[in-house]
């Protein structure tokens, strides 16, 4: 028999007080975007310094900082759309609040249209590995060389719009994002040239010209020059190149746009149009065009020959680019019969596709930008819904203008953000790689629940997109989906505001619900949603390290537990905010003891075998039990009480297992220098976090070699012993043939506590027979 200790705990239901979107004066779906802009604008007027005469302003400004702060934070905000202020559970801290000025002065860039402003998921998906060139600010609010910067700064991004992305990231509002990537000071600027993962620091003059050459330098993109030759043949329409061309013309009478400028053209219209440079000599193109002539345009349009555009007096650069933007293909407006034939086809282009109803007037200014996305890989197109209503619906289509990705392979998905510049093309940058990621129709649904398909497996998410969380989760879903190749896992999305009687007759009740479909098993996601807990629930999944038990399979695998086995088993529910966090560190637990064959690590699930878990005495969540070696069946329990992490944990399971590692004191050190045995010791000190790291990874690697023995040694009280050791943990090797020091190996410090049990247990076995090679020989 065992006794259980029982906790009560009393559920008080969430009680909410003023709404906090009410206090910003904001929708439900509102975007950071949105959420930040009310927030200046409120803070500004109701500011205590501007409203002494109010008693009240201090308690009002403090809950409107309250709401400001907790909305803004993705996890924060989740927490209080469920629960209300009640279920935030003191997780945000009593706020202050700054001088007027601060705020009058600290969104910088909000209300800027060619500075992109950036938070943490936006850094990730748009700038690492774009196939943009970027260039980020760093900033602080609280920093007046960031003030100072700001309109230089500015006219950055207006000069270069289209040539580079000119973004700013707020460092009192992303400090994770800014810690992570290292930033020390204010204003940090970083470039990222195209597909690269790491910014390179600029640190010359703050000034417009010197910022704009530095960027313009780095674009690795030329003008070249013609010859006469060429030229004339470029006039006389002969088709020598297969895109169309713009031809600056240049000399000493003739209107040239700088060096500069021109860079500035190549950059926008990169992969649409070749920009080339002519210099006109003694007069050898004023025969064939006027002095006012800038360049010329050459538009190929896949004909055989074309007839050459003057462009003359053009004002500024500004004009030229509006010209040939005027020139460039318009989206081709599709019918039915035009998308699903390019569905079928499954070419490797993709289709971003403009849904809307009526006039496209308002779809002018907007269309002028997406050609500058147009590249080889991705077309433009446009639909009717009007005309199209039947194909509209299908696809999920509701509100208008809207915009879908329509990808190579046939996928399709809807661009839930704001239909914005930024936003468009940060969802055609995402989407068009997420080939394996598609909107779901009712039809292609209810196929996969019903299992039509069992070979198929999906990982199906149901969501709204009104719910900020989950236009969260469809951005964690995309990264997530590029870790997987379609054949082996699909991922579809469900719009129940499209498919409302779909997500009602499979209970959804709460937006994002996700699930993964393998065969005959449908497995509820429950953990914090983000991209690497979804690639790690997947994967565990499909190769699972946890066993489940259930009602069917715990007598026959714990009630007759055997001697020589142990069990570890977390008891949880799916409902239960600590389960969730547990779940991703209990599969942590159980791949770093898969390789022990006398330890099995489990799961029940309260919620589905709630009998099984009360004849256990489980009374609260999430419960870990150890049923230990030596003992039968469920007669000895150990609780785990301790932090819930999987280092935590499993220093405490090792604690458990057969006594493998040896405390060496001096004279043992000394004795086993002699020994006929190989040695492989561990130097540490037990303040040492690295140290902490190591030591269940040393003791599972124990258990895995018998050819070895392990020792470790305290340098807190072995100092003398601990002489020649420069880092901690330092894991010596010591060779039982050569009992000699200097023949022994060596691995120090930080690097090896990365070591997994099994990476340590490989390395030694590839000296033990890299040695036995050489004896031998």
Not at 153 to 171: F, M, T
Not at 177 to 195: D, S
Not at 341 to 369: C, M, P
Request: charged residues 20%; hydrophobic residues 35%.
């Amino acid at each position: 028999m065992y006794k259980v200790i029982v906790t009560l705990f009393v559920i008080v239901s969430a009680t909410r007080g003023e709404d906090y979107y009410e206090v910003l004066g904001i929708s439900r779906s509102a975007g950071q975007d949105e959420i930040r802009k009310a927030f200046k604008r409120l803070a500004i007027i109701h500011h205590p310094d501007k409203n002494s005469d109010d008693p009240d302003a201090h308690d009002k400004f403090v809950r409107l900082t309250t709401a400001y702060e907790t909305l803004k934070d993705n996890d924060l905000r989740k927490k209080y759309d469920l629960y209300g202020e009640d279920g935030l559970n003191n997780s945000h801290k009593k706020q202050t609040y700054h001088s007027w000025s601060y705020y009058q002065n600290s969104f910088i860039y909000d209300d800027d249209e060619y500075v992109i402003n950036l938070e943490r998921n936006d850094y990730y998906e748009s700038v690492i590995d774009s196939d943009s060139s970027w260039f980020v600010n760093f900033y602080s609010p609280m920093c007046s060389h960031c003030h100072h910067l700001a309109p230089t700064w500015k006219e950055v991004a207006k000069l270069l719009d289209g040539v580079v992305k000119i973004a700013a990231v707020n460092c009192e509002y992303n400090r994770q994002l800014c810690h992570q990537v290292g930033i020390r000071a204010y204003p940090t600027l970083l470039y990222f040239q195209k597909n690269s993962q790491h910014g390179a620091h600029y640190r010359g003059e703050k000034t417009q010209e010197a910022i704009t050459r530095f960027a313009l330098d780095r674009l690795n993109i030329n003008v070249p020059e013609i010859s006469e030759s060429q030229w004339e043949l470029f006039l006389r329409g002969e088709k020598i190149v297969h895109r169309p061309t713009l031809i600056f013309t240049c000399g000493d009478q003739q209107n040239c746009f700088t060096s500069d400028e021109r860079l500035v053209v190549a950059g926008i219209f990169e992969n649409l149009i070749d920009v080339r440079k002519f210099t006109c000599q003694n007069g050898n193109c004023h025969d064939k065009m006027s002095y006012n002539t800038h360049a010329v345009y050459l538009p190929t349009y896949n004909a055989s020959y074309w007839e050459p555009m003057f462009l003359e007096s053009m004002s500024d650069i500004n004009t030229l680019i509006a010209k040939l933007l005027d020139q460039l293909p318009s989206p081709q407006e599709l019918s039915e019969n035009d998308f699903e034939h390019i569905r079928k086809t499954k070419s490797n282009v993709a289709w971003l596709v403009y849904f809307y109803i009526g006039d496209t007037a308002n779809f002018r200014e907007l269309n002028l930008q997406m050609k500058k996305v147009s590249t080889s890989n991705v077309n433009l197109g446009k639909m009717n819904c009007g005309r199209n209503g039947q194909l509209c619906s299908k696809l999920g289509v509701n509100r208008y203008p809207i915009w879908g990705m329509l990808k190579p392979g046939g996928a399709f998905e809807l661009n839930h953000g704001k239909n914005v510049n930024s936003d468009i093309i940060k969802f055609v940058q995402i989407s068009v790689k997420t080939t394996n990621v598609e909107a779901l129709s009712a039809e292609k649904a209810l196929s996969i629940l019903q299992r039509d398909n069992a070979d198929e497996v999906w990982f199906l998410d149901w969501f709204t997109p009104w719910c900020p969380p989950c236009i969260q989760f469809l951005s964690e879903l995309r990264r997530a989906s590029l870790e997987f190749d379609a054949s082996i896992i699909r991922f579809g999305t469900i719009d129940c505001t499209v498919h409302n009687t779909l997500c009602h007759q499979y209970n959804i009740q709460y937006y994002p619900t996700a699930m993964l479909i393998n065969g005959s098993n449908t497995y509820h996601f429950a953990l914090p949603k983000t991209a690497a807990n979804i690639i790690q629930f997947i994967n565990e999944k499909r190769t699972p390290s946890v066993m489940e038990l259930t009602s069917a399979n715990f007598h026959h695998k714990l009630a007759k537990k055997k001697s020589k086995v142990i069990w570890i088993v977390d008891y949880f529910a799916p409902w239960c905010g600590p389960c969730q966090r547990l779940a991703p560190e209990w599969t942590a637990v159980a791949r770093s003891l898969s390789n022990l064959s006398f330890v099995n690590v489990a799961s029940v699930d309260c919620q589905a075998e709630a009998s099984l878990c009360a004849s256990q005495g489980v009374r609260s969540y999430p419960d870990i039990r150890l049923y230990p070696l030596g003992s039968e069946g469920l007669n000895t329990i150990a609780l785990y009480n301790g932090q819930r992490d999987s280092l935590s944990m499993l220093t405490w399971i090792t604690t458990f297992f057969p006594k493998k590692v040896r405390d060496l004191n001096s004279s043992d050190y000394q004795r086993l220098l002699n020994s006929k045995h190989m040695w492989l010791i561990d130097f540490y000190l037990p303040q040492c976090w690295h140290c902490q790291k190591m030591e269940p990874e040393f003791a599972i690697a124990a258990q895995l070699l018998d050819k070895v023995k392990f020792g470790k040694i305290n340098c807190n009280f072995y100092a003398h012993d601990c002489a020649h050791i420069k880092y901690f943990p330092t894991l010596m090797l010591y060779n039982s043939k050569q009992n000699k020091q200097k023949n022994d190996e060596r691995y120090d410090g930080t690097k090896i506590a990365a070591l997994t049990a099994e990476a340590i247990k490989d390395e030694i076995l590839e000296i033990i027979n890299s040695r036995t090679k050489h004896d031998e020989l």
